[in-house]
């Protein structure tokens, strides 16, 4: 089962850009990295995810090294309602979809 | 659509009594997951399901029991609550057609036992 690693917290300024780290090196080449976020206490939600390719949407971006044992989330434009708990998650490719989370990235975003 | 839903919000067991924590949707999703977060902590996940009728064990189910009959439903069950059980429940839902496999998540539910 691939696992994650990230780093405990981060602070980020307000408007700059976010960039959150994941090292998930024992990755195997069906499994796609997605990320999560948890505001507080409330249910996480879906960020993006990606296989192989780089992509974006509305939220973020996500980088995968071409070996794809790490990944890059990028939040372009910090805002103080971005300060959350982030998650980034190997999904499994064995048909059932489990996630198995980590502790996440505590990212403070700052006036 | 209102999503993943769950009731009760908060409750306050005692040692060896016994509750469901309930959890629907209507996005008419195939898989359902339960997961428990302890404090500072990520998601647990206790047992999952992929259709009705279907459930299977996640990392920690000891404990907690399901089931599955309608594809909306999927209940949580307590027996002999313990205070090893103090948690927040987080029920949610995915697709399991192609594509993205985005699970949706419902608010939680918060269980203490003393």
């Known amino acids: 089962d691939a696992k994650t690693t990230q780093p405990p917290s981060m602070d980020c300024a307000e408007g700059r850009a976010a960039n959150l780290p994941c090292n998930h090196s024992?990755?195997?080449?069906?499994?796609?990295v997605y990320w999560y976020r948890q505001i507080h206490s409330q249910g996480p939600q879906y960020i993006i995810h990606?296989?192989?390719n780089n992509e974006t949407n509305e939220m973020a971006s996500l980088i995968i090294t071409e070996d794809r044992k790490s990944s890059t989330l990028i939040l372009p434009h910090a805002t103080l309602r971005d300060t959350a708990v982030y998650y980034c998650?190997?999904?499994?490719?064995?048909?059932?979809?489990?996630?198995?989370f980590g502790t996440g990235t505590r990212l403070k975003v700052l006036a | 659509n209102a999503g993943v839903t769950q009731t009760p919000k908060f409750r306050i067991l005692k040692i060896g009594q016994s509750m469901t924590l309930q959890c629907a949707q209507d996005m008419n999703h195939n898989y359902m997951y339960w997961y428990r977060q302890d404090p500072g902590m990520g998601l647990k996940l206790i047992y999952y399901?992929?259709?009705?009728?279907?459930?299977d064990k996640g990392e920690v189910p000891n404990g907690y029991n399901v089931s599955r009959s309608t594809t909306e439903d999927f209940p949580l069950r307590l027996e002999l609550a313990a205070p090893s059980q103090t948690s927040v429940y987080f029920c949610a839902s995915s697709y399991s057609g192609r594509g993205n496999y985005e699970q949706y998540f419902g608010p939680g539910t918060r269980l203490t036992v003393t």
């Open positions: 024992t990755i195997s080449g069906n499994e796609y």
């Open positions: 399901s992929v259709g009705a009728g279907i459930t």
């Open positions: 998650i190997v999904r499994f490719a064995s048909g059932t979809y489990k996630y198995i």
């Open positions: 990606g296989l192989k």
